[in-house]
């Protein structure tokens, strides 16, 4: 079982819609989250961490996390164009020094 | 501007050659870390460090060596022991190494053939 899991995707909506990118995770000790953006070509760029059970927000983008579930998402509202990248789940295990990554949801938005 | 940088950005070498990638901060971070991303799986860790003078072993680290001798810079050198050394390498750091929130670097891009 792999540590962190997404959808490779991949994921399409029309512009304006939202878009629910989804993640699981194993180890149920897992205390912190983060949704990284990566363009094609280029680093990964933060846009989201989350610590505790519920939404946060920022902007147009929501993050929620269920540790019950061992489910966290990322929503993003009012999806435009330039959204349009793969999105990398990434979380620090229990007792581990380092991020654990999935391998990223291909996101298309439609004009 | 505060960031990081690696250079450079696209690496030609042939097999068997040692090469090192560069990777500088100027966000006063202690911790920094070196992946590396590949077609379908995701980033894998090679080393960290959380302090001077101070680095672990990531999942993949075979073939690969750091130093850490200032707080600035981390290289990663490459070298010939690394069977399947093509990759997009990335630099990452944080401020404290308890504190997850990696920024990334550029990325370098190395093509060993």
């Known amino acids: 079982q792999k540590e962190v899991e997404q959808n490779s995707g991949p994921l399409s909506v029309p512009e304006g819609a939202i878009a629910s990118l989804n993640c699981t995770y194993s180890?149920?000790?897992?205390?912190?989250f983060f949704w990284y953006r990566q363009y094609s070509g280029k680093s990964p760029e933060l846009i989201m961490s989350i610590y505790s059970n519920g939404d946060k927000e920022d902007g147009r983008f929501t993050a929620q996390l269920n540790k019950a579930s061992q489910y966290v998402s990322l929503l993003i509202r009012d999806s435009q164009p330039s959204d349009s990248a793969t999105y990398l789940c990434?979380?620090?295990?229990?007792?581990?020094?380092?991020?654990?990554f999935g391998t990223g949801t291909r996101l298309t938005v439609i004009p | 501007d505060g960031g990081i940088t690696q250079s450079p950005k696209y690496l030609f070498r042939k097999e068997g050659q040692n090469v090192t990638l560069s990777c500088e901060q100027n966000?006063?971070?202690?911790?920094m870390y070196w992946y590396r991303q590949d077609p379908g799986q995701g980033l894998r860790l090679i080393y960290y460090s959380q302090i001077v003078n101070d680095f672990q072993k990531g999942d993949i680290a075979e073939g690969y060596s750091v130093s850490r001798e200032k707080k600035e810079s981390f290289p990663l050198t490459v070298t010939s022991a690394q069977k399947n050394p093509t990759a997009f390498y990335l630099c990452a750091s944080s401020m404290k190494w308890q504190a997850y929130e990696q920024y990334f670097g550029p990325g370098t891009r190395l093509t060993v053939t």
């Open positions: 180890d149920r000790g897992s205390q912190s």
């Open positions: 990434a979380v620090k295990k229990s007792g581990a020094n380092n991020l654990f």
């Open positions: 966000l006063n971070h202690d911790a």
